[in-house]
């Protein structure tokens, strides 16, 4: 399988504004609607017209992407002040994740060049990504190892074939599922264990990697799967299709547990943090998506005010979630939920 896109701008584009195991137990639930208060912070960098949240850490602090004077810039946000992430030579930065070190992961264009790079920010300083013989490096999580996952691009003769990726050590290993094509890599945990998803057959199917060896994720009866997230329990989450209904999964000790808000749609999970609480979205009859953090069978909606969509893309272990929203006049701000205590699960 090939992609066509190439480019900081298509990508943002794509990952921002779309976002073999066998005998395994599928667990349904509908769970109970909270009606907690959420406290919501809304981050919009001095400037900005155009505002993404990607991940947030264990302190709270978050990364990010905004637009300024038509230039897209990475950020971290941290007790109220914004930094901006431009490595040099960069006419467009993306920042992707954040670990509990406060090293940044992200990928950039520079302002000569079509190419896309990786780069890793630790303690004032860039480190510049690049897959050997890749014109596109897209790294898109951190661990608290310094190890980066993510997808990268070569050129074909139908376009630009697409893999995943591990950066470990210094050195770059390409991670391909037995049977797949196109491999994209959308999380890392502290053991280095990577998930994703790949093409076959016509479908996506969900995987992780870990120590070497691929399991893939497919719940019963599900036509897609997409695994988005997992953490450093080996627990992961995701959106899968079955019946033409997107439904989220949180997958763990080899049982699949459905995400389905009650009254939505369609629900999709997003992360999912040390706690096995999750955040997603889902779609209500009215035609609205809002968000939603899950932990012990209560979903809390998240909704910002003014908002006309939400949604949320990391959460830690506080309960603290990340994201972005749009308002009635279609301008994009990140966002910070501080949802109140819930038990783990």
Not at 82 to 94: I, K, Q
Request: aromatic residues 12%.
């Amino acid at each position: 399988m090939t992609s066509n896109v190439r480019g900081l701008s298509g990508r943002v584009n794509r990952c921002i504004w779309g976002c073999s195991t066998s005998a395994l137990l599928l667990l349904a639930t509908s769970g109970a609607a909270s009606a907690a208060t959420v406290t919501y912070t809304t981050l919009d960098p001095p400037g900005s017209t155009r505002t993404i949240a990607a991940s947030i850490n264990g302190h709270g602090k978050v990364a990010g992407n905004y637009v300024a004077g038509g230039v897209v810039h990475g950020f971290v946000y941290s007790n109220g002040t914004y930094a901006t992430l431009d490595p040099p030579g960069s006419g467009a930065t993306v920042a992707t994740g954040i670990n509990d070190n406060g090293q940044v992961t992200g990928y950039y264009e520079t302002s000569t060049s079509i190419d896309v790079f990786g780069f890793v920010y630790s303690h004032g300083a860039y480190v510049t990504l690049q897959v050997p013989g890749a014109v596109a490096t897209y790294p898109t999580g951190i661990n608290d190892r310094g190890q980066v996952t993510g997808t990268y691009q070569i050129s074909s003769a139908s376009g630009y074939a697409e893999y995943a990726f591990l950066y470990t050590g210094g050195a770059y290993i390409t991670l391909s599922p037995p049977g797949s094509s196109a491999p994209v890599a959308t999380g890392i945990n502290a053991h280095g264990d990577v998930a994703g998803y790949y093409g076959a057959g016509g479908t996506l199917l969900g995987f992780v990697y870990h120590a070497g060896v691929y399991t893939t994720l497919s719940p019963p009866a599900s036509i897609e799967t997409l695994a988005n997230g997992l953490n450093d329990l080996g627990e992961l989450c995701g959106t899968y299709s079955a019946g033409g209904v997107a439904y989220g999964f949180v997958y763990r000790n080899g049982a699949y547990t459905t995400l389905a808000v009650p009254g939505a749609i369609e629900t999709g999970a997003t992360a999912l943090n040390d706690r096995g609480q999750a955040t997603g979205t889902y779609t209500a009859a009215t035609g609205n998506t809002y968000g939603f953090f899950y932990g012990s069978g209560t979903y809390t909606t998240l909704n910002l005010p003014g908002s006309t969509y939400n949604n949320p893309t990391a959460t830690n272990w506080n309960g603290q979630v990340a994201g972005w929203y749009q308002d009635a006049a279609g301008t994009v701000h990140g966002f910070v939920a501080a949802v109140p205590e819930a038990p783990d699960e």
